[in-house]
């Protein structure tokens, strides 16, 4: 089983990030941006980066708001990311820069291509048969778009956990292969722990809202399944955090 550690990943990404976020073009205006997407693009037409971060920008804003529903932020970021052109040469440098990992025997991670208060987007590579194994995502939402390639993914929620935390029990209500131009999503109480098993190579596109911070990434946790289906109980699986 693939494994990686996201505190290790990112710090030592800093550079690479860096990296990135020079290389992104400079003609990101916030013209451009504020425009693509409400003006010059006809409605369901492909938005361009500038606009998809604009627009995910105004939605993840709203978590603000004491009636903020997830269920509806990730239903408008799925819209809004099924309409991203992929093919953006704001999205090039990152892609780029992730062919780099190709053949290094892990899954890559470009972390925080885009970093803002209220969510930043990461892109994850994949070869085939590489996976990242059952997380979770504390108190965050997650939409995840499949730019290339197919991936397996399963999803569950914290059905019970023993006091000491440690010892827990996993629904898994979702299980689908992911195709191209698909999105899956998470919110802070459903689907929150998943595991991901690429078919074939596979680039995806994540927004996290909240972004990770310092306080997240230490309350993330990591959980060893145990394939056995709970004393014989369909899709309840026991599994201890490590
Ligand atoms: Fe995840």
Partial sequence: MDEYDRRSFITTSLPGLLGVTMALPALTAFAT???AFQ???KENGAINWD????????????????NWSENDYIKRASAIMKRLNIKDPGLEAAFLNAERGIGNKRVD????????????????QFEEEEEIS??????????ILNATGEIEVWNYDMLAEREDKEDVLLLQTNHTMLSKGQVSTLTSKERN????KAKKFTQLIDIFAPPYDKQKIADSSWFDVDPEGYKGQLEIYQAKRR
Wanted: without cysteine; positive net charge.
């Fill in 39 to 41: 003006g010059r693009i």
């Fill in 193 to 196: 722990i998943h595991r991901l």
């Fill in 51 to 66: 606009a998809f971060l604009t627009a995910i920008e105004k939605e993840a804003a709203k978590q603000h708001l004491d």
């Fill in 109 to 124: 991670f470009i972390p925080m291509i885009e970093k803002k208060k209220d969510y930043h987007v990461t892109l994850l």
């Fill in 33 to 35: 941006r504020a425009n």
């Fill in 134 to 143: 059952h997380h979770d995502h504390p108190e965050m939402t997650g939409v």
